[in-house]
């Protein structure tokens, strides 16, 4: 049994680390081999021949494309792609990894606050709390789910932020963790609107069960009967449902850094895409591929615990 664990575990750390040499190996033929000269890209036409000669020399666009992919991938493995051209002195991994903390906070909340707005709102949506008012968290919970997150988070800023000036723009580098928290509850609003449904649906499947009918039968309260009971045989799907979601909301969490200029991976991205700043661009690129890739293989263990078949299969 250890055995199959450990074999399996080792080909999922294979295929990952084999999806991650491709993503950086399409990032690196990507910046060689479109049209143009990139040292004059980066350093504008108007740049002395000298110049752009010196910067190809220095980023080892002079030699062949063999000799640059066999030293970008020593580079990769040794973490080091060279120094940030917008920021001398400064390397590319380096300059990624001050940018992963930001992201992870950001992500990491917006996980917690969107599983938990989600399973609660869906015993909202089932429980007896509400009575016939509960019609309208389902309604809400459809309406987040339909709305796009680039349409949501710039109308919820604008209200919250803007006009009722009740929370700190998620950008004011003077927010805080106030400010944190806004813009995680903006990335797990769309994840908590799906383990709302997948969460409702699956507390629906128990409500008629004999355990429901014995603890209701002892004098359980709506919170013991509801929380206590059913919650937790109906929680494999909701495990699911999250976890299926983590690469999305990684994605999320990078365009709504950019949105809202805040600290992060995204603005990084395409902060080193605006200044043509090459070694960052694929340090930045290569880092969050093996995010996702990292979000996927804990997806899939995840969804394994929860349902062995399903991992077996």
């Known amino acids: ?67 640059q992919y066999g030293r970008f991938v ?22 990624v990894w001050g940018a992963l903390g ?77 400010g944190l928290v806004f813009a995680s509850v903006l990335l797990g609003l769309p994840l908590g609107a799906q383990v709302a449904r997948i969460a409702r649906a699956a507390l629906l499947e128990v409500t008629h069960a004999k ?6 039968a002892k004098g359980g309260g709506p919170w013991r009967v509801w929380v206590l009971h059913a919650l937790p045989v109906a929680s494999a799907p909701i495990v ?3 976890a299926t979601q983590l690469g999305a909301l990684l994605g999320g969490a990078i365009v709504l850094e950019r949105l809202f200029e805040r600290p992060g991976l995204g603005s990084l991205m395409l902060g080193a895409y605006a200044a043509r700043d090459i070694p960052v661009m694929e340090a930045s690129v290569v880092a969050s591929g093996l995010l996702f890739v990292v979000a996927q293989s804990l997806s899939a263990a995840l969804q394994a615990a929860v349902d062995p078949r399903g991992g077996a299969a």
């Open 1 to 67: 049994m250890a055995g199959r664990v450990l074999r399996a575990l080792l080909s999922q750390a294979l295929g990952a680390l084999g999806v991650v040499l491709v993503l950086a190996s399409l990032v690196f033929l990507a910046l060689r081999l479109l049209p143009g000269d990139p040292a004059a890209l980066i350093l504008g036409e108007q740049a002395p021949a000298s110049a752009r000669a010196e910067l190809r020399s220095r980023l080892g666009f002079d030699q062949p494309l063999l000799v």
């Open 74 to 95: 020593v580079g990769l493995i040794r973490l080091d792609l060279g120094q940030s051209l917008a920021r001398p002195g400064r390397t590319a991994f380096g300059e």
């Open 102 to 178: 930001p992201t992870a906070a950001l992500a990491g909340l917006a996980v917690a606050l969107g599983a938990a707005g989600g399973v609660g709102a869906a015993l909202l949506g089932v429980g007896p709390w509400l009575g016939a008012a509960r019609r309208w968290v389902v309604r809400a919970v459809l309406v987040v789910a339909a709305t796009p997150l680039l349409a949501l988070a710039p109308l919820a800023t604008y209200l919250l932020a803007l006009r009722w000036r009740l929370v700190p723009l998620p950008g004011d580098p003077d927010g805080g963790f106030t």
């Open 211 to 216: 355990f429901l009918e014995v603890a209701v």
């Open 240 to 242: 699911v449902v999250v």
